[in-house]
């Protein structure tokens, strides 16, 4: 089946460094792939996906793109901010008749210090 | 607004006593969603819908009911509540859960007692 693995958590970095949290992934097929973040306590929001192989998504800074050969998606940011410090969710989605489940890695806490 | 919603956001009950927790979009999306989260096990699909009277499982189903009688609304009904249902739950909606985002829920916090 689909699964998705995330490194663990948390990390803990300072202003302005280089953020980068890993991703990979098995499935088979061309799934889909998406990083949602979940600020404390809200829900989640999508931050950036990309659909097919060499993709790269960005958004708010952040960057991923889609590695097929390596099958992974890593997060990277060149220089967090205090206002970053959230939950991380890696996920994908491999579509195909009766198939509409999003897996979801477990999530990377960042906490991001002054 | 577009909007997923859910009530109640907290609540506590007691093994045994039926519940529902209502989700509503108001983006008329065809898909919908249930998940738990829990610490250390990340989210996890409970069931899933993909218009009005189709509905599927999830990988955590059981214990769980859903029903999808209008577009809109995706209630969660717990029959029997257990400790082990205790979990923060998303609802969640998308025009398409393919390529299109999606737009999750405040989150409503179930602690069964």
């Known amino acids: 089946g689909n699964s998705v693995t995330q490194m663990e958590g948390p990390v803990t970095l300072s202003e302005e460094a280089f953020l980068t949290i890993n991703c990979t992934y098995t499935a088979t097929g061309y799934p889909s792939l998406f990083w949602y973040v979940q600020y404390p306590g809200e829900g989640l929001q999508l931050l950036l996906k990309a659909t097919k192989a060499d993709d790269k998504g960005s958004n708010k800074g952040f960057e991923a793109t889609y590695r097929k050969e390596t099958t992974s998606f890593h997060l990277e940011k060149g220089s967090v901010q205090v206002s970053d410090s959230a939950v991380y969710f890696c996920?994908?989605?491999?579509?195909?008749?009766?198939?509409?489940?999003?897996?979801f890695g477990k999530g990377t806490k960042l906490s991001v210090i002054p | 607004e577009a909007q997923v919603t859910q009530n109640p956001r907290y609540l506590i009950t007691v093994t045994g006593k039926k519940l529902t927790v209502t989700c509503s979009q108001n983006m008329n999306h065809e898909y919908m969603s249930w998940y738990r989260q829990d610490p250390g096990l990340g989210l996890r699909q409970i069931y899933y819908?993909?218009?009005?009277?189709?509905?599927d499982k999830g990988d955590v189903p059981e214990g769980y009911k859903v029903s999808r009688k209008e577009k809109r609304n995706f209630p969660l009904i717990l029959e029997s509540p257990s400790p082990n249902q205790t979990s923060l739950y998303f609802c969640?909606?998308?025009?398409?859960?393919?390529?299109?985002?999606?737009?999750f829920g405040p989150g409503t916090r179930l602690t069964v007692l």
């Open positions: 819908s993909m218009n009005v009277e189709v509905t």
């Open positions: 969640a909606s998308s025009l398409s859960v393919s390529t299109d985002t999606q737009y």
């Open positions: 996920a994908l989605h491999r579509g195909g008749a009766g198939s509409y489940q999003l897996t």
